[in-house]
């Protein structure tokens, strides 16, 4: 189990990662804030079944009075939770004054149930109703708007709440007793939520970012983690364009799993990386002496710091624009256990079986331009931006894919495929470290990444888009429809 970076070139990052002092060490007293209980709601008698409320409202965060926009009264909402083969059923209220939907980010169910083309208005209602595949991975998801030209301004503005699955990975006897704890990274702009200001365009065109990062909307949010025992540690990228890059100095941790489900075998790291959408589950062993430790979230450039610096004072009256710098984003603290020996970690998770060689290789170039003929829009894949009823790319189902993504762009553009999971093959002609399940991947500026996507399942018509919610309001975006 080799200490690895994930999920962004590793030299690159071992390098970085070892430029910054570790200033914040296991042991010391640290002010951190006792994380919020998020409300839970669980299948009963296999069927999870609940009421939404998207709705306009003042919320305290990080003793913070911002003017957000939550699920059922709380940001984040609710942490919903089923098993594999459970019914949901789940009523979108919306209380908004714009439009809004519901995206299932993580599930494997039909296009035409997380169907992102659905406009639940202002005043109305809509039930959503599905069954999770009897067959379908524990995975961490989560649940957020998908109203096209309004994403990143519902996310930004707080909606977006946990969705777990449990099933076999839960089984496994160590993970069986290990604690757990989740924490959605989220950040805000009390300018933006507080003071009425106004987004500046040019965060709109970058991808707005917010000066207060927070952890289940509190700032350094603490996590219990028991003596000589396990945390199970489940981790969510709910920013709007927030890249974060976190590490636990001087302490070990492992990923467990990715996206969409359990990798092979616990891999310790040291630092990972979590663009927009992304998310990973950690196992984080009790063995150090009781004391606190920070998870430290470091600086992270995505493409954009020069500009930024060579802005001067200027940024300061740029809602939306913030300079990148390392904080505690949370903190684990130590409990007292009754356990005399140290609970060890699975030996093996959930073997990643290998897709086949694929039937057909696409490419697809990101970049920034505009497309006639979907008006001035400023993002573009393969030259086009995103129109409504314009199918970009058209697949067979059960087929094997490689999909070439080449960023011609200087900044980050992750890429998310909705409905069906993949496996990154290569990044700039290189193999992945080990296999993994995932529907987002992160890609740097003039990065390329290969990804292996089998269609299964479902037919009918879904989208690709890059995760910087911005850019996909911005049109890099592309439907892709899939066929019998």
Not at 72 to 91: F, H, K, M
Not at 145 to 151: I, Q, T
Not at 193 to 202: I, M
Not at 322 to 347: C, F, G, H, M, N
Request: with cysteine; aromatic share 6%; glycine share 6%.
């Amino acid at each position: 189990m080799k200490r690895r970076q994930f999920n962004r070139q590793l030299a690159g990052l071992m390098t970085a990662a070892a430029s910054i002092p570790l200033l914040s060490q296991c042991g010391r007293n640290n002010p951190a804030s006792r994380s919020p209980i998020l409300q839970k709601i669980s299948s009963a008698e296999g069927l999870l079944e609940l009421s939404l409320t998207a709705k306009a409202q003042t919320q305290a965060v990080a003793r913070k009075s911002l003017a957000l926009l939550a699920y059922n009264n709380q940001v984040p909402g609710p942490i919903l939770e089923a098993r594999a083969g459970d019914i949901v059923r789940l009523t979108l209220v919306n209380e908004l004054d714009n439009p809004t939907n519901l995206h299932y980010h993580g599930l494997h169910i039909s296009p035409e149930v997380d169907n992102v083309f659905r406009e639940v208005a202002a005043g109305d209602r809509y039930t959503y109703e599905f069954q999770i595949p009897e067959n379908h991975p524990a995975v961490t998801g989560w649940y957020h708007p998908h109203y096209h030209l309004r994403v990143a301004e519902q996310v930004f503005d707080g909606l977006a709440g946990p969705l777990i699955v449990r099933g076999a990975l839960d089984e496994i006897p160590e993970i069986r007793q290990a604690e757990e704890a989740l924490l959605v990274l989220k950040d805000f702009e009390p300018k933006l939520q507080g003071n009425s200001q106004t987004l500046s365009p040019l965060a709109k065109r970058w991808g707005r970012e917010g000066s207060l990062i927070t952890a289940n909307a509190q700032q350094n949010s603490m996590v219990s983690i028991p003596k000589n025992g396990l945390l199970r540690l489940r981790l969510i990228n709910a920013s709007a364009s927030r890249i974060y890059q976190l590490q636990l100095p001087e302490h070990p941790w492992f990923l467990m799993a990715t996206d969409r489900g359990a990798i092979a075998e616990p891999t310790e790291l040291e630092t990972l990386t979590l663009s927009p959408g992304e998310r990973a589950e950690l196992l984080i062993p009790g063995s150090r002496e009781p004391g606190n430790c920070e998870i430290l979230s470091l600086p992270y450039d995505r493409g954009l710091s020069e500009m930024i610096e060579g802005m001067g004072k200027t940024v300061e009256q740029m809602p939306g624009i913030v300079r990148s710098e390392k904080r505690a984003i949370a903190t684990l603290q130590y409990q007292p256990s009754e356990r005399t020996d140290q609970l060890q970690l699975p030996k093996q998770l959930i073997p990643v079986e290998p897709l086949p060689e694929p039937d057909i290789n696409r490419e697809f170039v990101l970049n920034h331009g505009n497309d006639s003929s979907a008006g001035v829009t400023g993002f573009i894949i393969n030259n086009q931006s995103f129109v409504m009823d314009r199918v970009n790319t058209r697949v067979r189902l059960n087929q094997v894919e490689d999909w070439h993504i080449i960023n011609k762009a200087s900044i980050d553009h992750p890429f998310h495929l909705h409905t069906n999971r993949f496996q990154v093959i290569k990044r700039n002609g290189q193999p992945e470290p080990f296999r993994a399940w995932k529907d987002t991947v992160a890609i740097g500026g003039y990065e390329t990444v290969t990804i292996r996507v089998k269609f299964e399942d479902f037919v009918g018509r879904t989208v690709y888009h890059c995760h910087i919610l911005d850019h996909e309001d911005q049109g890099m975006m592309g439907i892709v429809e899939i066929e019998a």
